[in-house]
């Protein structure tokens, strides 16, 4: 535990940052890996519908991360805070509680959907050609909802308290158990070896065990005496602060992901007006440009503890020096990742389908997105440093702008006005504006850093 607190407290800056940003960074290349594997592999299947409708599917797949997120980024920023004020007590019951409410919502979640699965993948937009598809993958995804619950709980948890490298060594397990076995569940052969051949609904068996082996590295972590967590249910209460402590941040990080889930959704009913070629070539899109944000997703959530632990200690200038110098990384990070982008768009798109149609697509699709990507992450490091703080109405100010109030709107006057060419540039329009919203709040922000640094 002290080892994890000088970390916080004494490690310079650049030390500090390195420390807990590059463990989740580290975390999000493996993830964003495993998601291209995934749809690699789908994508050996040669069929247009089978990748279409793993897109069409991922969006709701995202109401189980954003059930995680609510108990592990709003217990994660909880979590770090309470360590600032010196609270260990607090902390277990925080952990206790987000825990068994992870448990318990995931069941919920798992049992809405099977019960509306019909209705689900009528409103999320799938075709003729892709209901079958989406409808056995999903199947899995809500047996396995509990689980994916918990891992993205204490994935944020653990890097709450400081052990970056026990939350990215949990990460990369499950990602690497997935990816080996997304060619046994998914092909009929691989490598001359006979497979399971289960095609869509073998990636999202193989996402479901992935998480199970995420959930035993972290259970094992937490048994450790060095961490301040617990899995004990006498620690369990929602009173006392708990439970609003942790809904205060969670909801809004939570409600990021709903967003995205919805707007997802909603870009792909406009899109399979196009065909389920443009729903294909848009979930590669976004497929290949998960590595992009997620490299700067990740440094904005590896300081997200060293901000909270210093604003709970009221260290302000500690605290901004690690904002400024995550900044500057991830925009040195977003620059390098465009250009390479621009340059080698077919050969990206090309990795994940052989459908010269879908790659086409894909490739006018990917470039759109990239336009806002060399300062993205400075809405991630801001947003991130807000849900630390305990700023729960700038961070849901962010959360409904980005995939919200600017994002929705654009797909539909950008698809009235410019039919599909307006679809494809509607998320960097959004992204663009969010960042110049992000930027007048830390403004405002920063004039009452200011005076409690002079007081």
């Known amino acids: 535990m002290l080892k994890n607190i000088d970390v916080f407290e004494k490690d310079p800056v650049p030390v500090a940052v390195l420390k807990l940003a590059l463990p989740t960074v580290l975390s999000m290349i493996v993830t964003v890996f495993y998601n291209m594997v995934d749809t690699f592999f789908v994508g050996m299947t040669n069929d247009a519908n089978q990748v279409a409708a793993v897109s069409v599917a991922t969006p709701v797949f995202l109401f189980f991360m954003a059930a995680g997120n609510i108990f592990g980024v709003g217990g994660s920023s909880f979590l770090s805070r309470a360590l600032g004020e010196k609270k260990y007590g607090k902390a277990k019951h925080i952990s206790s509680f987000c825990l068994y409410a992870g448990i318990f919502v995931g069941i919920v979640g798992a049992v809405l959907m099977l019960t509306f699965m019909k209705q689900i993948l009528n409103a999320v937009g799938t075709s003729e050609n892709t209901f079958?598809?989406?409808?056995?993958?999903?199947?899995?995804?809500?047996?396995?909802?509990?689980?994916?619950?918990?891992?993205?709980?204490?994935?944020?948890?653990?890097?709450?308290?400081?052990?970056?490298?026990?939350?990215?060594?949990?990460?990369?397990?499950?990602?690497?158990?997935?990816?080996i076995l997304d060619p046994i569940f998914i092909l009929d052969s691989f490598l001359g070896i006979p497979c399971l051949g289960l095609g869509v609904a073998g990636a999202a068996i193989a996402t479901v065990l992935g998480n199970i082996v995420s959930i035993v590295i972290f259970f094992f972590h937490v048994a450790k005496p060095s961490s301040v967590l617990t899995l004990s249910p006498t620690y369990f209460q929602i009173r006392n602060g708990i439970l609003r402590g942790v809904l205060l941040i969670g909801l809004p990080a939570s409600l990021t992901n709903i967003l995205m889930s919805l707007s997802n959704i909603v870009m792909n009913k406009f899109l399979v007006t196009y065909g389920d070629v443009a729903v294909a070539g848009m979930g590669i899109a976004m497929k290949a440009n998960m590595l992009v944000i997620f490299v700067q997703l990740g440094l904005g959530m590896g300081i997200q503890p060293l901000v909270g632990y210093n604003f709970g200690a009221k260290n302000y200038r500690r605290m901004k020096d690690v904002m400024k110098f995550s900044v500057l990384c991830t925009t040195i990070a977003g620059i390098s990742l465009t250009a390479i982008y621009f340059i080698f768009t077919r050969q990206?798109?090309?990795?994940?389908?052989?459908?010269?149609?879908?790659?086409?697509?894909?490739?006018?699709?990917?470039?759109?997105?990239?336009?806002?990507?060399?300062?993205?992450?400075?809405?991630?490091?801001?947003?991130?440093?807000?849900?630390?703080?305990?700023?729960?109405?700038?961070?849901?100010?962010?959360?409904?702008?980005?995939?919200?109030?600017?994002?929705?709107?654009?797909?539909?006057?950008?698809?009235?006005?410019?039919?599909?060419?307006?679809?494809?540039?509607?998320?960097?329009?959004?992204?663009?504006?969010?960042?110049?919203?992000?930027?007048?709040?830390?403004?405002?922000?920063?004039?009452?850093?200011?005076?409690?640094?002079?007081?």
């Open 132 to 179: 079958g598809f989406a409808k056995d993958y999903l199947s899995w995804i809500a047996y396995g909802g509990p689980a994916i619950v918990v891992s993205t709980a204490f994935t944020n948890l653990i890097r709450g308290e400081g052990a970056a490298q026990s939350s990215m060594k949990g990460m990369m397990a499950g990602t690497v158990a997935n990816i």
């Open 348 to 455: 990206i798109i090309s990795i994940f389908i052989k459908n010269e149609a879908v790659i086409g697509m894909g490739i006018r699709m990917l470039r759109a997105l990239m336009v806002s990507s060399p300062v993205i992450g400075l809405q991630f490091v801001l947003n991130f440093s807000f849900q630390a703080m305990g700023k729960a109405k700038e961070s849901l100010t962010l959360a409904v702008s980005r995939q919200g109030f600017i994002f929705l709107p654009a797909i539909i006057i950008f698809d009235m006005l410019f039919q599909l060419n307006g679809l494809i540039f509607a998320q960097p329009v959004a992204d663009l504006c969010s960042i110049t919203l992000a930027l007048i709040m830390f403004a405002v922000m920063n004039k009452e850093f200011r005076k409690n640094e002079q007081a």
